[in-house]
């Protein structure tokens, strides 16, 4: 039989990754919550899972460390690897926004010669100042990135939203969307060749759930 690897984001999505894959039948959450490994067998021993950083996930697939990844589509758009993407999946609905101090001049974002904007999506946030004629500093924070305005380190920030609390109780708003962002499944170009047939059956699995949960959502 052919197992495959799957590559799983660590953080704050992977309580939903895990709840996903079980309703599929591959169900990780024992071996986590009694093990630190990085290296898992569901508890059906039909699919094995390796644990990364978010980031991390499209390169393990692009070089075949693993078949298959679940990342958002804010990771996928600013690693740009070369990956197939079969199945959108129906969890970490988020946006990649630009916000900025309630309290900033109302101009228009084209208006700003070179305006210091800290992010941790350095590739997309620059593309998105480019496509409107603007050369932004980039500062690359990997956390934190709400407060940088707050002290002076930028004039705007470009980071993750979800309902939008924390901007709120920090006295930021958002000004422009970049992209709008889900959980996606990514597979290795040669794995989805050469191991079709183990990878049609687990991509029909996770296809019923994400039926199930639109057929749920629509009632």
């Given at each position: 039989?052919d ?38 067998l ?42 197939y993407e ?11 926004s630009?916000a ?41 924070l ?78």
């Amino acid at each position: 039989m052919d197992r495959l690897r799957i590559a799983l984001p660590k953080g704050r999505s992977l309580s939903a990754t895990l709840g996903f894959l079980a309703q599929a039948g591959y169900d990780f959450r024992e071996s986590v919550q009694h093990s630190r490994r990085l290296l898992v067998l569901d508890g059906a021993g039909k699919l094995e899972a390796v644990f990364v950083k978010p980031k991390d996930v499209p390169v393990f697939v692009e070089y075949g460390a693993a078949d298959l990844g679940i990342v958002g589509t804010d990771v996928l758009r600013e690693v740009e690897r070369d990956v197939y993407e079969p199945l959108l999946l129906p969890f970490g609905y988020c946006r990649l926004s630009v916000a900025a101090p309630a309290d900033r001049p109302d101009i228009p974002l084209r208006w700003e010669p070179s305006p210091r904007v800290a992010t941790s999506y350095p590739n997309l946030t620059y593309r998105f100042f480019q496509e409107r004629g603007v050369s932004p500093e980039i500062i690359l924070l990997s956390g934190s990135v709400e407060l940088s305005p707050l002290v002076g380190l930028a004039d705007l920030l470009v980071d993750m939203v979800e309902t939008g609390r924390t901007l709120r109780e920090n006295g930021l708003v958002e000004l422009r969307t970049i992209l709008h962002s889900q959980a996606e499944l990514i597979a290795n170009r040669a794995s989805y060749v050469l191991k079709s047939e183990a990878m049609a059956a687990l991509i029909d699995d996770l296809r019923r759930v994400v039926a199930r949960v639109g057929a749920s959502d629509a009632v």
